[in-house]
């Protein structure tokens, strides 16, 4: 069942886990837009949780602590967002952009020392008989626990905006800070646990950059998956099974462009510069598309995205 | 003449004596390094790093170094550039090929500065030199060891931008692995990054996948080796730039190590004690440039021993990595027999070989 060399169970089993960071980070900042805050510190958030997920496994010698750790990482470094933010009512763009340039920098100087050291591996969930059912066995039951928590994590954060009345609170603050207020909802309080909650999920696909993709610390090891993570957001208008299509379609596109690449056998030969840029443009392709629709409310942005509140007003 | 340009000239005189006193002998160097990646990428820079360390120890309290890390090819170098210029550096090192119109730019700003650049070949103003390692030199070696070792008849380069030195790389590579095996077909995939860990693990793993069980990368971290590790010995790789260690005895079977130390100890010495010049180094395994790191026991005796005859071979001076007959890609005759190509086709190399599918982007 090969394509040329590529086989495509294995091409879908691969896109799955290149996808992981991408997608727990874009699933951690879609709550956070949700709730009105534009936290623009992803970048930062995710190398955090690289280094701290790496140095907790190392030493702990247990990846699910590491990955423990990484989200702890990521979610400390908000705080600072959060103190910045929401209580001294900073810039939200220029504080998010800080925090990216102070989580690059402070993972560097954590990392000193833990170049070339290798964490333990994440084994694969054991599933028995299943992985050899031809074709889906590959592809649906041969990961590592996080790809499928990854997945329980979107559709757990869909549940609760949808169908519970804690999604209902973190949609109206994020619609309207003021009428949320006037109803007596503690706007501050649920922005906080939500950045609390987007710096956790982006620390969790850290660590799984420096545990799992590529088991090992590096400086600048996320090299920009956390601006990817962003602009899925948006991609995705907000909704989150939308962010599972995005990271899907821009792994698989560029797991897809690296076989093609590798093929030496595939009929039509792409320019490699085409393949290269791919993943960017057809994201911004399908951005252009899904804008270009209903007009502005087909973005479903939150209405009081990035703008901050204080009771006073 | 006025009195006001007569004190002009006559300052600027002074200025030109002093200029040139101070070429003739300096008591203290500031040297400096422009690096593109982070020193803890465990390669490139790491090695050039190595090197300013080197040239710490040997001078002690006659040099100062400084270096900043990280600094994208662009116009952000010409800003890095010109702050380390005004800041005093005697000496700059400019370390990745995407550095080398900023270089030229910044250094005919600054004549007194001295501006080394490190594997371009433009050197516009006299205070540009350029440095290079023939790095194929060592690809031979691997090329050798790849051929002999894949079960596949497959075998992969991870490579970073369609530029002279990468070809010459994959070139190189292709040619030594075909001699010992004459069924082997090369994968090539381009990055374009020098650094980017997540990718180049992908590009690795895109490869294990389509059955390729050799990879040699052109990139600057282990994560071609972190991924090749993940195959339980069924995949092997080299130590790029740096000699990655700590994959040692497999996947990581032997390495190119760029040792720049001895360079950069000639250079900021020469500086000190006014022998300064322009040049256009390019040394390789006879220099000590460019070392072979140690071929594991992953490997078996014998192609181990074809390997290092190889080394020696080019350490001696008796072969040429580049020795006809060759063909390139389109079939054309490039090399007739027992024909050695010569430096300036190298280093305009935009072709491949005969043999290498695929094409370079243009």
């Known amino acids: ?213 590529v088991p090992q610390w590096t400086d600048g090891i996320t090299a920009g998956a956390g601006w990817i993570a962003l602009a899925i957001v948006v991609f995705a208008s907000w909704k989150p099974w939308r962010v599972l299509i995005g990271a899907y379609l821009f792994g698989g596109i560029t797991v897809l462009q690296l076989n093609l690449q590798a093929s030496n056998s595939f009929p039509i030969k792409i320019p490699v510069e085409y393949l290269a840029m791919s993943p960017y443009l057809i994201t911004i392709l399908v951005l252009v598309i899904m804008s270009s629709g209903r007009g502005r409310a087909s973005l479903n942005a939150p209405a009081a995205l990035g703008q901050n509140f204080h009771a006073s007003r | 003449m006025n009195r006001r340009t007569l004190l002009a000239t006559a300052a600027l005189g002074l200025g030109l004596s002093f200029g040139g006193a101070a070429e003739a002998q300096m008591d203290k160097v500031k040297a400096c390094f422009v690096y593109v990646g982070p020193i803890g990428d465990g390669g490139w820079t790491y090695q050039h790093d190595q090197g300013r360390l080197a040239v710490e120890a040997e001078f002690g309290d006659k040099v100062e170094t400084a270096y900043q890390e990280s600094v994208p090819e662009g116009a952000d170098a010409e800003r890095v550039l010109t702050q380390m210029a005004l800041s005093g550096c005697n000496i700059i090192f400019t370390t990745s090929f995407g550095y080398m119109d900023p270089t030229n730019a910044v250094a005919g700003k600054f004549p007194d500065v001295k501006f080394e650049h490190a594997t371009g070949y433009k050197r516009d103003h006299p205070n540009v030199s350029t440095y290079n390692a023939r790095f194929y030199e060592g690809r031979a070696v691997q090329g050798t060891i790849a051929g002999k070792m894949t079960k596949t008849n497959k075998i992969g380069y991870i490579a970073s931008f369609p530029i002279p030195e990468v070809i010459m790389g994959i070139n190189s590579y292709y040619i030594h692995a075909k001699k010992v095996n004459p069924d082997v077909e090369l994968s090539v995939i381009w990055a374009y990054t020098w650094f980017d860990p997540a990718k180049e693990a992908d590009a690795a793993k895109a490869m294990i996948e389509q059955g390729v069980d050799v990879i040699a990368s052109h990139t600057d971290s282990t994560a071609p080796l972190a991924e090749a590790a993940k195959t339980n010995g069924a995949v092997i790789g080299f130590g790029q730039a740096s000699d990655m260690a700590e994959y040692k005895p497999s996947p990581r079977v032997s390495s190119i190590i760029d040792n720049w130390g001895p360079y950069y100890v000639k250079r900021v010495g020469a500086l000190l004690d006014g022998s300064y010049a322009q040049v256009d180094a390019w040394e390789g395994i006879p220099g000590g440039e460019v070392l072979i790191g140690e071929i594991t026991d992953a490997v078996p005796a014998d192609v181990k021993a074809e390997a290092e005859a190889v080394r020696d071979a080019i350490a001696a001076g008796t072969y040429h990595p580049f020795t006809g007959p060759l063909n390139k890609q389109d079939g054309s005759a490039w090399l007739g027999d027992g024909e050695v190509s010569d430096d300036g086709t190298l280093l305009g190399m935009n072709f491949f070989v005969e043999g290498i599918k695929g094409e370079i982007p243009q």
Not at chain 1, 5 to 10: D, K, R, S, Y
Not at chain 1, 45 to 67: E, K, R, W, Y
Not at chain 1, 185 to 195: D, E, G, N, Q, S
Request: glycine letters at 14%.
């Open chain 1, 1 to 213: 069942m090969d394509f040329y060399g590529i086989n495509p169970a294995v091409l879908i089993a691969s896109l799955m886990v290149a996808s992981v960071p991408i997608m727990l980070a874009a699933i951690g900042e879609l709550v956070v837009e949700k709730a009105g805050v534009l936290n623009l510190g992803v970048e930062g958030m995710m190398i955090m949780g690289a280094i701290c997920g790496f140095i907790t496994a190392v030493h702990s010698g247990s990846p699910m602590l590491g990955f423990l750790g990484g989200a702890a990482g990521g979610a400390v470094l908000s705080v600072l967002f959060i103190l910045l933010t929401q209580v001294f009512l900073a810039n939200q763009v220029a504080t998010g952009l800080a925090l990216t340039l102070f989580g690059l920098g402070l993972s560097s100087l954590l990392g000193q020392g833990y170049n070339g050291i290798k964490p333990p591996a994440t084994k694969p969930l054991p599933f028995g008989p299943l992985t050899d059912i031809p074709f889906f066995g590959r592809i649906l039951f041969s990961h590592d626990a996080m790809v499928y928590i990854s997945i329980a994590v979107i559709a757990a954060v869909w549940a609760m905006l949808k169908y519970t009345r804690a999604g209902l609170i973190l949609r109206a603050v994020g619609e309207s800070h003021d009428a949320a207020h006037a109803l007596g909802y503690k706007v501050v309080r649920i922005r906080v646990l939500a950045i609390l909650f987007g710096g956790a999920m982006a620390g969790l696909g850290g660590a799984y950059v420096s545990l799992v993709r």
